[in-house]
């Protein structure tokens, strides 16, 4: 059972990036998928979720109306599009599969890191 998020990198701040979270050995859409984010030097925070049921989706305020979370479950994966990024959204970025949002109990996979800077 595996999970691996990727897609992070360095991008200048209003700039665009989409993150992947890829599982192996098991089915993701069985799954609530949460995105999490922890910046240096700060607690982890959550960012988006979406069910495994009836595909509602949550957002942060932080992030509401920039980042988009979708499911391709061809693919067993699982996005977050994020638009207009800000510096403050520089942190590395998990993805955690669970019964619920809060990535309590779930499986979570390695992070991948999103700078946002010029």
């Known amino acids: 059972v595996q999970l691996q998020a990727s897609g992070g990198g360095l991008v200048q701040p209003g700039g665009s990036l989409r993150l992947s979270c890829a599982a192996s050995?098991?089915?993701?859409?069985?799954?609530?998928i949460g995105w999490f984010r922890q910046a240096p030097g700060k607690e982890r925070e959550w960012v988006s979720c979406?069910?495994?049921?009836?595909?509602?989706?949550y957002y942060a305020d932080s992030v509401k109306g920039r980042f988009t979370i979708s499911r391709d479950n061809a693919k067993n994966t699982v996005y977050l599009q994020m638009n207009s990024l800000k510096p403050e959204d520089t942190a590395v970025y998990y993805c955690?599969?669970?019964?619920?949002?809060?990535?309590?109990?779930?499986?979570w996979g390695q992070g991948t890191l999103v700078t946002v800077s010029s």
């Open positions: 955690a599969a669970d019964v619920d949002c809060s990535g309590s109990n779930g499986y």
């Open positions: 050995g098991f089915t993701l859409d069985l799954y609530v």
């Open positions: 979406i069910s495994s049921s009836d595909g509602s989706i």
